[in-house]
């Protein structure tokens, strides 16, 4: 979606809440498959590049943050159904910290663009992957090394141990990533022929 200093309108606010409800949805939809030392196994990663490439840089942040500060209402919109205050402290927020700056990011890199093709979006969507990747896995590291308890078996984390739970979730991570860049130009041009319309019409 263009991104202009325009006010948000109804409709912007409409994307915002439909994908933070995503989220939702994204962060329990495997609920069956046991986490991997802390880590869910989610499918928020996906609706979070989504945001990104979709709705641009503000408005894919901002229905990031939207998402956050529902599940620290105490809403139970995180992995595993959990929500509130507490989730600060455990070990997988870090993820849910970065969904913001992931797609912050990915749309700034659309934005910036000259070209709304598929490598464009599979450059930016990677770019996310890696920053949420990166950032999610020190965040569980240091939680794990400051305040959290060791999984049930583990007496030390180390940073290493760590991103090897990561391998787990990477390669559906990344065969989602892929699947992120194919569909969203085609969605992006609807997107943005929708804005358009309402734009033409108030005017």
């Not at 498959?33 to 989610?42: D, E």
């Not at 894919?60 to 943050?65: F, N, V």
């Not at 390669?171 to 033409?200: C, E, F, H, M, W």
Request: glycine share 8%.
């Amino acid at each position: 979606m263009k991104q202009t200093k325009r006010k948000l309108t109804a409709l912007d606010m409409t994307y915002a809440a439909m994908f933070a409800a995503l989220m939702a949805v994204g962060a329990n939809i495997a609920q069956f498959i046991p986490p991997i030392g802390g880590v869910p196994i989610t499918l928020q990663t996906f609706v979070a590049l989504l945001a990104g490439t979709l709705l641009g840089s503000r408005l894919g942040a901002i229905s990031m943050t939207v998402y956050m500060l529902v599940g620290l209402a105490g809403i139970p919109v995180f992995a595993n159904f959990t929500g509130g205050l507490s989730t600060l402290v455990s070990t997988s927020f870090g993820f849910v910290l970065t969904f913001i700056l992931l797609a912050y990011v990915e749309g700034k890199i659309i934005e910036k663009s000259k070209t709304r093709g598929f490598m464009i979006f599979l450059v930016a969507s990677v770019v996310g992957l890696m920053l949420n990747y990166f950032l999610g896995t020190t965040y569980m590291y240091y939680a794990y090394k400051l305040w959290a308890h060791s999984p049930e078996g583990v007496s030390i984390v180390t940073y290493k141990m760590a991103w090897g739970w990561m391998l787990v979730p990477l390669p559906k991570d990344v065969i989602l990533t892929i699947v992120a860049a194919v569909v969203s130009p085609r969605i992006y041009k609807v997107i943005n022929k929708v804005q358009a319309g309402k734009s033409k019409r108030i005017a």
